[in-house]
């Protein structure tokens, strides 16, 4: 996944998924996911994601607003955020981006 430096989430997803399609754009939020998990857990934490933000250009994101992406993210309460989890984040965090998100969460 290649972020310039600052790019936004919702200037970001539009562009790629117009680029990339909606499976190319899967398939990249997975790659998303792996760059930002604990490699041990096969999770991202809040630790995980601290240290990888800036992999993703996201590195002025406070403390505060990495914890509500968690927490936002977190659908079992386990703390942490697993792929799906994320996938789904990444979609609820880019709003009319797809005409049925939520057809596509409910299938996986
Ligand atoms: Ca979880």
Redesign the pocket.
Known sequence: MEVEGGVQFEDYFPSMIERLGAEGFIVELCNGFHLLMDVEKGLITFESLRRNTILLGLQDMGDDELVCMLSEG?????G???QM?FCILMFRLSPGLMDGPKQWVEEI
């Open positions: 977190d659908l079992d309460g386990d942490a955020l697993n989890e």
